[in-house]
């Protein structure tokens, strides 16, 4: 069965970059999407950014717009998120999620992986 592995986090200063991997592993991603979400202490979990997989179709949340992309490796299964001028305030643990075909939304989840931005 096909599991979500993400790979990248860690501790680094404000202003720095850092990109973050999620690997669908176990058999090819053909569903309708990947994306990433993110948690901070004590808040929601919140939606970061996504990209539709039949077409490469991209969407930021207005927090990350401009400093964060999404890319892929399409044949590795890998969904890319690169994170430029990091703030303190992107602080949080960062999970990655599929939406696969016949799915009414993401309902399969990475383990997540930590970033802390330290000012």
């Known amino acids: 069965q096909a599991q979500l592995y993400e790979s990248g986090g860690g501790l680094v200063q404000t202003g720095d970059s850092l990109r973050l991997s999620c690997a669908h592993a176990g058999q090819p991603f053909s569903g309708v999407a990947m994306g990433w979400f993110r948690q901070a202490p004590g808040k929601e979990r919140e939606f970061v950014a996504s990209?539709?997989?039949?077409?490469?179709?991209?969407y930021y949340a207005d927090s990350v717009k401009g400093r964060f992309s999404v890319s892929r490796n399409i044949r590795a299964s890998i969904l890319y998120l690169n994170m430029n001028n990091v703030q303190p305030e992107d602080t949080a643990v960062y999970y990655c999620?599929?939406?696969?075909?016949?799915?009414?939304?993401?309902?399969?989840w990475g383990q997540g992986t930590q970033v802390t931005v330290s000012s």
């Open positions: 999620a599929a939406h696969r075909t016949g799915d009414n939304g993401y309902n399969y």
């Open positions: 990209m539709r997989w039949s077409n490469g179709d991209t």
